[in-house]
């Protein structure tokens, strides 16, 4: 069972409190994310209606600096309200913080059952994985984007964006077949080392294994 203490300071917060709050967060998130899409969308149909093309380069600079604002609003705004750490990707599912395992959603409140021997298993099994799914990540970026760009000089264009493209499609292949939780087979972000599970809040690393027994 997560406990409501945080272990660096030892301070109480109350999980209702840290639900809720992180709820009125995802909230303000969503509604961010769907006035700036708002906003990009009237500059384009703009563009398209009023100037009818070539596009301006002010009204490009504009995108670009709503985007670049948006994003980092976003990065600095998406904390944990127990850690004040990033909880997770926004896409995927969060019952539980990514830094600290806290939960964030109501019903959150069990985790797996695990015994040492079992959480020290998936802190092993996970750590050779990660290597995995980055060194096939560079492989296929790099060496696919590499004998893609060769064989482009050589006239053989199509030869080569095909090789990329099989670079990828072989990484996404790997991603599905290894990076998951051990515990609920719920997928992992793709480049990403997380302490804990954002599906089931077991952790995922050294440094998760150590706040989880930590606070108990």
Known sequence: MPSDR?????ETRPAQAA???FSRRRARQRSLKGGVLLILLSL??????FRGGPWSVGVVVA???????????YWITWRCPDCGKSPGDAGRVLNYCAACGVPLVEGASRRV?????????????????????RGGFVV???GGGLVGWL????????????IFLLGLLGWTVLLGRIWYCPECKGSLGPLRADHFCTRCGVPHSRKG????????
Do not use: D, N, Y
Not at 44 to 49: A, E, G, I, N
Not at 151 to 162: F, H, N, T
Not at 209 to 216: D, I, P, V, Y
């Open 113 to 133: 059952e695990q015994t040492p021997e079992r959480a020290e298993w998936v802190v092993a099994t996970l750590r050779p994985r990660l290597w995995w799914v």
């Open 63 to 73: 995108i670009v600096a709503v985007a670049a604002a948006t994003g980092i609003g």
């Open 19 to 21: 639900i809720g709050e």
């Open 209 to 216: 294994l150590e706040r989880a027994r930590a606070r108990t």
């Open 151 to 162: 064989l482009g000089r050589a006239g053989m264009r199509p030869w080569g964006l095909g």
């Open 44 to 49: 384009v149909l703009w563009m398209l209606k």
């Open 6 to 10: 945080r272990p660096e300071s030892g």
């Open 140 to 142: 296929a970026l790099g």
